[in-house]
């Protein structure tokens, strides 16, 4: 009897001394769990501080800007000059370089962007009375600075000649149009340096200044003049939808010219947010990407 009680006491001994090891197995294990969901939330948490670190940083300061319609960046552009703006085939969407440029212009800004269709001619007495900026292949000039004020350039422009696939003649510079008959767009850089060419006596010409760039190309593809004097960048950009209805003859880069967003001459606020978007955008890439999709080639 004394032996069947030992032994009963002996194996309650041994399954209690189990259970216990099963315990402090159980909480030892319990112990990494809670220490590495722990070590992960506080890995979660440091990311995301990262994250809003990064945010903060490239953050934009619109503290002192101020817009016409409370958050809305509202843009005067002419739309008809492919492929900075133009309609989509709906004939009612926006489309182009600048147009892109814009739309991103306004993710970093964190506002809205509302587009004022407006001709060319007066476009910039617009400015603080019916848009904020102006956004449409503006050229950068002393003249205009006198009135205005400008963004850091967002791309780089130059004089081109444009003509037809069967133009006999060769071109080397701009006088070699003397005797010519030009188009250009009224009021634009181009339409300056010809009339200023003319005005000097260096060369005769005979030049149609039409509202659209879009007319322009039409009068050279019937026939009505030689060829059509443009910003390059534009030229690029119907070379690049018509191979073979034109060829750039010519490209002056003696002089280049570069595009900026034009504001009113005080707006110091915005300019400083706008400079600030453009330098991120650059470092993004952005510009590189639009000049590819847009022209056909990286600048």
């Known amino acids: 009897m004394k032996k069947k009680i030992l032994a009963l006491v002996l194996g309650l001994t041994m399954v209690f001394s189990l259970v216990g090891c099963g315990a402090a197995k159980s909480e030892e294990g319990s112990s990494e769990t809670t220490a590495t969901e722990t070590a992960a ?60 440029f814009a739309n991103a212009l306004g993710e970093k800004l964190g506002v809205e962007v509302n587009f004022i269709n407006t001709a060319w001619d007066g476009i910039f007495q617009g400015i603080d009375t019916n848009y904020d900026v102006v956004i449409s292949a503006v050229t950068i000039t002393d003249e205009r600075k006198e009135t205005m004020s400008f963004s850091d350039p967002y791309i780089n422009n130059y004089q081109a000649v444009v003509v037809s696939p069967d133009f006999e003649g060769e071109i080397t510079s701009f006088k070699d149009l003397d005797g010519l008959a030009i188009a250009v767009q009224k009021e634009t850089t181009s339409d300056i340096l010809m009339s200023d060419y003319v005005a000097t006596g260096s060369i005769k010409l005979t030049i149609s200044a039409n509202e659209k760039i879009t007319t322009c190309f039409t009068q050279l593809e019937n026939g009505e003049v030689d060829a059509v004097v443009v910003d390059s960048t534009v030229a690029d950009g119907y070379l690049a939808s018509n191979p073979d209805k034109y060829v750039k003859a010519y490209q002056d880069e003696s002089e280049p010219e570069q595009f900026g967003v034009a504001m009113g001459k005080d707006n110091t606020a915005l300019q400083t947010a706008i400079n600030e978007a453009i330098a991120q955008l650059t470092e993004e890439g952005f510009f590189e990407d639009n000049i590819a999709y847009w022209f056909g080639s990286a600048e």
């Open 41 to 100: 939330t506080e890995a979660t948490a440091a990311e995301t501080a990262a994250t809003e670190a990064e945010t903060a940083a490239g953050a934009i300061d619109m503290s002192g800007v101020t817009f016409m319609n409370d958050g809305t960046l509202t843009i005067g552009v002419e739309i008809g000059y492919p492929p900075f703006e133009d309609f989509a085939e709906d004939g009612t969407t926006p489309v182009g370089y600048d147009i892109d």
